[in-house]
């Protein structure tokens, strides 16, 4: 039975207060190395939402029908497949449409396939019990929320190239800092929304 949550408080609390990346800590690899560059991360921000998107719907369907033949233990093998094929769909149409952002994405588009973030959207809805809606609403605003914090880091470290840095914590330990801080401030909104 789907929990009793609507579309826009599930919506807003998987952007914001469980997010997938910030609160729970899942996709972190593609986060921290594609965010150096702005429009790389606006790219693999947008295929990580779409891929989410597709992946939580199909994967839903998939799973009820794993559920009606008693095959439930094929989810994992099952869902893997799902976003494989998925994930090499968008590859070949961003390597048609833009050729230059698969260049930039390069090693990361395809990884997309092992990213735990995609992985644990199908895992939650399945955990959680949602509907085929809330299932395609968690998906997407996972997505967003995904996509958003690698938007704002890549911001922020843009903005941290020129700043006077101490030798020690430059590059990758300002990186850590930014996201602890990043972490705090999403999850900061926890007392407005929460998915149960």
């Known amino acids: 039975m789907a929990p009793d949550i609507g579309y826009f408080s599930l919506f807003l609390a998987s952007i914001l207060t469980s997010n997938i990346l910030l609160a729970n800590f899942l996709g972190m690899c593609s986060f921290i190395s594609i965010s150096k560059d702005i429009n790389s991360s606006n790219g693999l921000g947008m295929a990580v939402t779409l891929v989410l998107t597709i992946t939580a719907g199909v994967n839903w369907a998939i799973l009820q029908l794993l559920q009606s033949l008693g095959i439930v233990y094929l989810r994992f093998i099952v869902f893997i497949i799902v976003i494989a094929a998925v994930v090499q769909m968008l590859e070949m149409i961003i390597d048609r449409i833009s050729p230059r952002l698969y260049m930039?994405?390069?090693?990361?588009?395809?990884?997309?396939?092992?990213?735990?973030?995609?992985?644990?959207?199908?895992?939650?809805?399945?955990?959680?019990?949602?509907?085929?809606?809330?299932?395609?609403?968690?998906?997407?605003?996972?997505?967003?929320?995904?996509?958003?914090?690698?938007?704002?880091?890549?911001?922020?470290?843009?903005?941290?190239?020129?700043?006077?840095?101490?030798?020690?914590?430059?590059?990758?330990?300002?990186?850590?800092?930014?996201?602890?801080?990043m972490a705090m401030a999403f999850i900061g909104f926890s007392g407005m929304l929460q998915v149960q």
């Open 104 to 181: 930039s994405l390069g090693i990361f588009l395809p990884l997309i396939t092992v990213n735990c973030a995609i992985l644990g959207v199908s895992l939650f809805m399945e955990i959680r019990s949602y509907s085929f809606l809330q299932s395609i609403v968690y998906g997407f605003g996972s997505g967003l929320g995904w996509w958003l914090a690698i938007m704002a880091l890549a911001a922020i470290r843009k903005k941290t190239e020129k700043a006077p840095i101490p030798a020690g914590l430059q590059g990758a330990g300002i990186t850590m800092i930014t996201i602890g801080f």
